[in-house]
């Protein structure tokens, strides 16, 4: 702990890149632990362009599942720090493969959501924007086309301005903090390997070898640890 924050504190450059384990404090479930969406249901049949294209009904359902999960969802504290850390300008950027919108509610600015948002919804066919309510009740788009949420699917691009601005701060970063991901889906995959700074994990499992530092924790709790010592630091 005291490593990263002798590094936090000299790097001039800090980006942080989050995946679902920074969620699951919040009460969210992730993808691949026991308890993750893909224990559950295998992807191919929810996630992708083809489920969106041939298996409208049980993509509806589980993205609408999810939307609705998010109801009495809140940032917990480990967001809320990140947030502050922002604003003290002890990171400059903050990426996520999240679609939950939690970092921006806990008041982080200009977060890149590599993967979409669950939150707003468009058609599939026209791109037209389009009411939640109308995809949470099964309706289709005036033109015809099925509603979706913004969400990357697999078999689909990232949103290109997220993905190269992320890049762009990965290159200048002299610090890449990553919390609560496996690193299994590519492109994202490959950022903490696009950076010449210092590299840290954290994450309830280990198994990712080439970090500088690795912290073996839950987000939130190793966040606030980290927190408290800048604070002894800097008195
Ligand atoms: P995963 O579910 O693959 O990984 C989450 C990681 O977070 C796991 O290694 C957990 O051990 C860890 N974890 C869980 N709770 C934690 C906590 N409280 N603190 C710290 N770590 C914790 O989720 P992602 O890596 O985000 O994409 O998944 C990447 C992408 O795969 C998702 O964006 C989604 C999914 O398929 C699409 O649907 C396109």
Known sequence: MEQIVEWLTLSKHTVVLTGAGMSTESGLADFRSKSGWWQQIDPRTVATTEALTSNYALFQQFYAARIQALEDVKPHDGHFILANWQRRGLIQHIATQNVDGLHTLAGSDNVDELHGSIRSVRCQKCGQAAEMQHF???????????????VVLFGENLPQE?????LSHMKAAQLVIVIGTSLEVYPVSQLPHMTNGKTVYINLESGQSHFDLTIEGKAGETLKIIDA???HDTI
């Open 136 to 150: 949470l009740a099964k309706e289709a788009c005036p033109c015809g086309g099925k509603l979706r949420p913004n």
């Open 162 to 166: 997220a993905w190269n601005h992320t």
């Open 229 to 231: 010592l800048l604070k």
